[in-house]
């Protein structure tokens, strides 16, 4: 499979690191196996942002999981994508529902959860969970099964 027959603008070309949120750098591409229902999972153990309040840094490993459906998501973007946060300014459950929504506007998938593994900061760490499910289907249960039923893992 060649991907870069899918007009993709980040993989294979030269990398420009924003420091800014920028949404529009994620890209999709279609899924080769729609049919199956298969995890893929993407660890983002550098991932940083700004304190609103204070400016300053926080640091956390992400952790997206998600089942899709028609499109996927782009590794390279994402990374971009994820890099964006660098000075942006938001609490941690916020971050980790902006990512979740802005992968659910970009792929439609079947399923999709993201996870912060925030350091700790003044001797507490908060790790927000967020999912969603595919409204009127299975999958819409499975997230609220997930997350009646969640544990760190």
């Known amino acids: 499979m060649n991907r870069k027959d899918e007009n993709l603008k980040s993989l294979g070309n030269k990398t420009e690191y924003r420091t800014d949120y ?3 750098v994620l890209e999709a591409f279609e899924n080769q196996h729609p049919d199956n ?4 999972e993407f660890l983002c153990p550098e991932f940083t942002s700004l304190c609103p309040i204070t400016g300053q840094p926080d640091f956390a490993e992400i952790r997206i999981r998600y089942i899709p459906d028609r ?3 782009e590794s390279k ?4 994508y994820l890099v964006s946060f660098r000075n942006h300014g ?3 459950e916020d971050c980790v529902n902006i990512i979740m929504k802005d ?3 970009l792929m439609e998938p079947r399923y ?3 996870v912060g593994l925030f350091a700790p900061r003044g001797g507490i760490a908060i790790h927000p969970y967020v999912n969603y499910g595919a409204p009127g289907t299975k999958y819409e249960e499975l997230a609220r099964h997930r997350m009646m039923n969640y544990k760190l893992s």
């Open 77 to 80: 973007s994402l990374k971009l």
């Open 90 to 92: 938001d609490f941690h």
């Open 71 to 73: 499109k996927m998501v």
């Open 22 to 24: 920028m949404p529009e």
């Open 103 to 105: 992968l659910v506007r």
């Open 37 to 40: 229902d298969y995890w893929v």
């Open 112 to 114: 999709i959860e993201v």
